[in-house]
């Protein structure tokens, strides 16, 4: 009898363990993310290779920051984690915090509702001159989800031409210093000079934390392996990468699906086992947007409403072997 009485109280705790996040859910299988060597890794230290779609600009895009779309990219994309690329200047956080704010917890809420991993990006290319914006943000968000595995603090999106050492690093450490006062151990992204792209100028001079990664972005139409290769060399220099935003297209956000460029991308991206985001969630009329204009905020998407890219972007997330 001691035994079946131990034997339940196991079967209990892994009930109120799968009530935290869904059985079988991304977040139930992989937990936290951390850095491991050139990896991120989940709870069993194997590599977690995460797919999913980003939101587009939180305060053009406001539609879309719903539960209802999460649980479709959920259900329909076979998504494991989501991105809410939360604005920062043109309308964004600096001018309606509240506003931005409650749109980055909504998509946070949903997502720890589907057992997803949600990104939660500071949309911004100058995020240096207004870091104090960044640190209340991020403080926020910390003390009231730092407890959740599905966090991913992406704290600048894409850098401009400016100096990793003198620019972003220093910039970073305030907006990292603001999460560990409340969370210790979640995994954080950081961007890289040059929209993103330029992940070799960390090797030098990387951040001390042990869980920070670092931001890769391309756009399948624009970079081509010159920007694998190197993502190639950050990667052998140690560093750990996630592609937290990419397109089928051109870099701005427009022009034809290049699929043979995107195949040559996703290969690079198994290879690594990286995480990809796809931008983006939008029903505007640009290469990269997934939706044909009016498609609902609370998806059920049907394949009519998708567009070329859409279709193409649901087939590569729904194979994904994370
Ligand atoms: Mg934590």
Known sequence: MVFSIGLAAMVLAAGMGSEMSPQASPVDVHGRLQVKGNRIVGKDGKPASLAGMSLFWSQWMPQYYTAGTVAWLKSDFKSTGVRAAIAVGSGGYLTQPDVETKKAHAVVDAAIKQGMYVLVDWHSHDAEKTPEAAEKFFGELAAKYGNKPNVIYEIYNEPLKVSWSQVIKPYAERVIAAIRKHDKDNLIIVGTPTWSQDVDAVIPDPIKDPNVAYTLHFYAGTHKQYLRDKAQKALDAGLALMVTEWGTVNADGDGKVDREST??????????????????????????????????????WKDTELTESGLYVRDLIRGWKH
């Open 263 to 300: 195949q040559a991308w996703m290969d690079f991206i198994a290879k690594n086992q990286l995480s990809h985001f796809n931008w983006s969630v939008a029903d505007k009329v640009e290469g990269a947007a997934i939706l044909k204009p009016g498609s609902s905020g609370n998806g059920g």
